[in-house]
């Protein structure tokens, strides 16, 4: 069987990371998409809520699953038998950072291999950082995430909207 994990931070996961892991669900037996709990980068959602939103976003795709983890990527990978990690490219700046990610993958896990898929073009200037920004100017976010992430965007930006300054 092929598992594959595609980690991330997914704060919150987007129909971007949703088309990357169908790709993959298409080519591999077994996804499992892994939420990275400690990323250095401001966050909006907690690693549970990371992780329930996903969960929502992927239950009727029986080959698609969601963990969190808070070791290294790689070991991540051994720990759940996977021989595979999924990345996902947009038109921008992507392409260093993967590259960077993939020789220092392959320096770690040298059986490890690293597949980047290209989602569609309506979703490749998407990124969870606009969308946040967008959804706390008051912009409609409906049509880049599934309806259950969308609805705890919306929340979320509206308790920060009522907390005082
Ligand atoms: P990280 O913090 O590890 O970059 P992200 O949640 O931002 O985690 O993204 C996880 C992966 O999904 C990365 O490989 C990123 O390039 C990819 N990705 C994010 N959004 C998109 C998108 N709209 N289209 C294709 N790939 C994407």
Redesign the pocket.
């Known amino acids: 069987m092929s598992i594959a994990i595609?980690?991330?931070?997914?704060?919150p996961?987007?129909?971007?990371?949703l088309?990357?892991a169908m790709r993959a669900a298409r080519i591999f037996d077994r996804i499992i998409i892994g939420v990275?709990d400690t990323?250095s980068?401001k966050l909006m959602f907690s690693p549970e809520e990371r992780v329930e939103m996903a969960c929502q976003a992927v239950r009727d795709i029986p080959n698609i699953e969601v963990q969190s983890y808070s070791v290294l990527t790689v070991d991540f990978a051994r720990k759940v038998g996977a021989t595979v990690m999924?990345?996902?490219?947009?038109a921008s700046a992507?392409f260093e950072?993967?590259f960077e990610?993939a020789m220092m993958t392959y320096q770690m896990a040298p059986d490890l291999q690293m597949i980047?898929?290209?989602?569609a073009p309506q979703?490749?200037?998407?990124?969870?950082?606009l969308l946040k920004e967008v959804a706390q100017l008051g912009g409609n976010i409906d049509d880049w995430v599934p309806a259950p992430v969308a609805q705890a965007v919306k929340a979320r930006v509206a308790t920060i909207k009522r907390r005082p300054l």
Do not use: I
């Not at 595609?6 to 704060?11: I, N």
């Not at 996961?13 to 990371?17: A, F, Q, S």
């Not at 980047?116 to 989602?119: A, G, T, V």
């Open positions: 595609y980690p991330g931070s997914f704060d996961l987007t129909n971007g990371h088309d990357v990275y990323p980068k999924v990345r996902g490219l947009r992507d950072f993967e990610l980047c898929f290209l989602s979703y490749q200037f998407l990124s969870s950082s």
